[in-house]
């Protein structure tokens, strides 16, 4: 396994190795010994997600303001450029963005821990989307920040126009707005953090 630092050093791509041959490959997509190693970080995973996306279709950007969820996101069929945005005002990094190409040709894996609002814009024809996350999926404490948002300004690589957002998605707040987390979110997603409302 392959630790590649990002912009925001909490923001790490992964690259497994991949074992292949003319009869296809393998790899282990997580070990958590190994994982623990190469990253310094022990995640508890607790659920399992799986969506597929038709080109243009953006999704986020989500977090949740209790319990919130470290991902460790990948691209199983398709390609997607994938958004982590820093939401912790106590951060050096408050604001900003890291975007990173995931896709099915380089395998690579994001971790985007908690305290981050997460998205990503389907760049293939057909996109399934895979991600581990820390804690459950709580409705009541999910929030969503406009994908569009001028303050953030990421540069998402639309080929045309506007892309496909849900109903729910388009009324995210702006980041002035948002509820954000100040104090660090640990890294096994436990709620222990406070929030600003």
């Given at each position: 396994?392959?630790?590649?630092?990002?912009?925001?050093?909490?923001?790490?791509?992964i690259e497994p190795r991949v074992f292949g041959d003319s009869r296809g490959f393998f790899f282990e997509s997580f070990n958590k010994r190994a994982f623990r190693d190469a990253t310094g970080l022990d995640p508890d995973f607790v659920q399992d997600n799986h969506s597929r996306s038709?080109?243009?279709v953006l999704r986020g950007l989500h977090y949740q303001i209790k319990q919130p969820q470290g991902k460790l996101v990948r691209v199983i069929s398709g390609a997607v450029f994938d958004v982590a945005v820093d939401l912790r005002k106590s951060s050096a990094n408050f604001g900003e963005w890291v975007g990173v190409e995931l896709s099915e040709a380089n395998q690579r894996q994001l971790w985007?821990?908690?305290?981050?609002?997460?998205?990503?814009?389907?760049?293939?024809?057909?996109?399934d989307f895979l991600y581990k996350t820390t804690d459950y999926y709580a409705p009541a404490y999910e929030r969503c920040i406009v994908w569009n948002d001028p303050e953030l300004n990421i540069r998402w690589p639309l080929a045309?126009?506007?892309?496909?957002v849900s109903q729910k998605d388009n009324k995210g707040l702006s980041l002035h707005d948002a509820p954000l987390f100040y104090?660090?979110?640990?890294?096994?997603g436990n709620d222990n953090h406070e929030i600003l409302e």
């Open positions: 396994m392959k630790v590649i630092p990002t912009a925001i050093s909490d923001v790490l791509i038709a080109r243009g985007v821990p908690p305290g981050f609002a997460h998205g990503f814009l389907a760049l293939s024809e057909s996109a045309e126009g506007i892309p496909e104090g660090d979110p640990d890294d096994t």
